[in-house]
């Protein structure tokens, strides 16, 4: 079983919306802190958002914040990535990622990646 499935990429003009789905196994998806992570061309991989499975808010990157929502759905095992009000530099592959760190820089688990692409 592949731990980790995104869904939901394309392509969407500024300003417009996605909704980036990540269907976790029940194993990863209760124990483990689930994260997006983004590589845009030429660049190195960078962290979008996480929430762990402990509670409290979830964490943001500051390019992301105010625009896009990081949940879960227990019932489906899935971690979902709300997109709004999407500028060209949102543009990049966008990876989920699980961890059990404290911190969000090493991952134990990825996706295969869902492209988006935003145009101007």
């Known amino acids: 079983q592949v731990p980790l499935v995104e869904s939901g990429g394309g392509l969407v003009q500024t300003g417009g919306s996605l909704t980036l789905s990540c269907a976790a196994s029940?194993?990863?998806?209760?124990?483990?802190?689930m994260a997006w992570l983004r590589q845009a061309p030429g660049k190195e991989r960078e962290f979008v958002a996480a929430?762990?499975?402990?509670?409290?808010?979830?964490f943001y990157a500051t390019p992301v914040k105010g625009r896009f929502t990081i949940s879960g759905e227990d019932a489906e095992n899935t971690v979902y990535l709300q997109m709004n009000d999407l500028k060209p530099e949102d543009t990049a592959v966008y990876y989920c990622?699980?961890?059990?760190?404290?911190?969000?820089?090493?991952?134990?688990?990825w996706g295969q990646g869902t492209q988006v692409t935003v145009s101007s």
């Open positions: 029940g194993r990863i998806f209760s124990r483990y802190t």
């Open positions: 929430i762990r499975r402990s509670g409290g808010n979830p």
């Open positions: 990622a699980a961890t059990r760190r404290d911190s969000f820089v090493e991952y134990d688990y």
